[in-house]
């Protein structure tokens, strides 16, 4: 006697008794959302290093209250809606690893700048020497044209700060800036330059040398690595 045997005879008898069989009603499954966690580490820092891509999305959904930098990794494209979000909230955002970053007690490396020419553009010499002074490692590399230039400058931001002379600053900024590691601001004067770089965290220096003398163009540096420092 198979199962449907018998159950045809249940339905049988119950029909014989005038009693109505009860309906089980289908058991439903409700999904649960999955909330995805955001890497925070103790010091309050946000691990995206391993993402592809950063919107502002990402950033709303996520509470920064207790946060005060977000580290992403060197390929991470991250949008300008986020960077200016970032600087509404005076966050600061970092491109590297959030354990190897940060420095030992014993660490007496240097920190290197590298230094980009437009070729035509005599060697700010002096320039290099008051880098070096200030502890800093230089690698100066001459660059023909601009395309170029903003394509090394995003290949050393990953290691290094960058400087940049040039006498297309507008153009260099912009097709720089299109990389989502890289944070580059124009400098006009050495205030102003030391205020962008310290409210920006900027990580690229770009300077015309147009009416700007060798001292001018000095106290410009100064003013941005110590902003960085």
Do not use: Y
């Not at 029909?15 to 009860?22: A, W």
């Amino acid at each position: 006697m198979t199962v449907i045997d018998i159950d045809k005879i249940v339905q049988l008898v119950l029909s014989d008794l005038n009693v109505t069989r009860p309906v089980t009603s289908e058991r439903k499954t409700v999904v649960q959302p999955v909330t995805v966690p955001v890497a925070v580490t103790n010091n309050a820092v946000i691990d995206w290093t391993s993402r592809k891509l950063v919107t502002l999305a990402d950033v709303k959904s996520v509470t920064l209250s207790s946060v005060n930098e977000i580290v992403v990794g060197s390929r991470t494209v991250v949008t300008p809606s986020v960077k200016d979000e970032l600087r509404k909230r005076g966050l600061q955002l970092r491109v590297g690893n959030v354990a190897s970053d940060k420095p030992q007690a014993n660490e007496t490396s240097k920190k290197t700048i590298w230094l980009g020419i437009q070729l035509a553009l005599p060697e700010p010499s002096s320039l290099a020497a008051i880098l070096r002074k200030q502890n800093l490692e230089v690698v100066t590399s001459v660059v023909e044209t601009t395309d170029a230039m903003a394509d090394e400058v995003v290949k050393q931001i990953r290691e290094h700060q960058c400087i940049a002379i040039t006498t297309e600053s507008a153009k260099l900024i912009c097709l720089a800036n299109r990389n989502g590691a890289v944070w580059g601001i124009n400098g006009f004067d050495p205030q102003q330059t030391a205020r962008d770089a310290k409210q920006l965290g900027a990580n690229l220096l770009v300077i015309d040398p147009t009416g700007k003398n060798q001292f001018r163009q000095n106290e410009i540096v100064k003013g941005f690595v110590n902003a960085n420092s």
